[in-house]
């Protein structure tokens, strides 16, 4: 059987394969290993793609009680989902992906903007994406990390140097005067 899991439904069900959790936990483990950084994951996803897999028997919950607290789903993860994760992971790393990114997105609706907005805003984009990058390479130079993380953290320094890259030589492309004092010919009003 193939089964074809979404990035979202990969992570949480290699959360519960690590750890049998609830819902809460795996939250906060999703914020304590910074996945937010690099997949799109909010709480009320949690919870629904947590019953999407229990419908598909990838995951079982079932209802406990700790002390004073409220009953909880604790997930497991089952046989099916083992199988469906070593697959998934099979297939996500030896697949190449396309790339949605916002970037990509302002770049094919900037004929909107002078070239000195432009200018700007690319400036902006790179300070923050070299600021991003002096922060990942910190973490990685003083993390005791699992090497998974770590392998993580060094592949986002990569994007982020190859981005860094990019926008310096797009920025050259940008007629010289947009980035004096005196700014570029003004484009009719809008």
Not at 60 to 83: A, L, W
Not at 149 to 168: D, M, P, S, T, Y
Request: glycine share 4%; proline share 3%.
């Amino acid at each position: 059987m193939e089964y074809r899991l979404s990035n979202i439904e990969v992570i949480l069900l290699s959360i519960v394969n690590e750890k049998p959790s609830y819902a809460y936990e795996i939250d906060k483990t999703i914020d304590l290993r910074e996945m937010r950084r690099w997949v799109r994951v909010g709480v009320a996803s949690i919870y629904q793609v947590l019953k999407k897999l229990e419908e598909r028997n990838l995951v079982y919950s079932q209802r406990e009680k700790e002390g004073s607290m409220p009953e909880r789903k604790r997930y497991y993860v089952t046989d099916d989902g083992k199988t469906a994760l070593v697959e998934q992971s099979k297939r996500l790393l030896s697949s190449l992906e396309w790339y949605y990114l916002d970037l990509n997105v302002g770049l094919e609706t900037s004929d909107l903007l002078t070239p000195e907005e432009m200018a700007e805003c690319l400036t902006k984009r790179l300070a923050r994406v070299q600021l991003n990058k002096k922060r990942l390479e910190e973490m990685y130079a003083t993390g005791n990390d699992k090497a998974k993380k770590k392998a993580v953290i060094k592949n986002l320094i990569n994007f982020r140097g190859a981005e860094a890259k990019f926008l310096q030589e797009l920025l050259k492309e940008l007629p010289a005067h947009c980035h004096s004092r005196g700014g570029c010919p003004s484009r009719p009003k809008r």
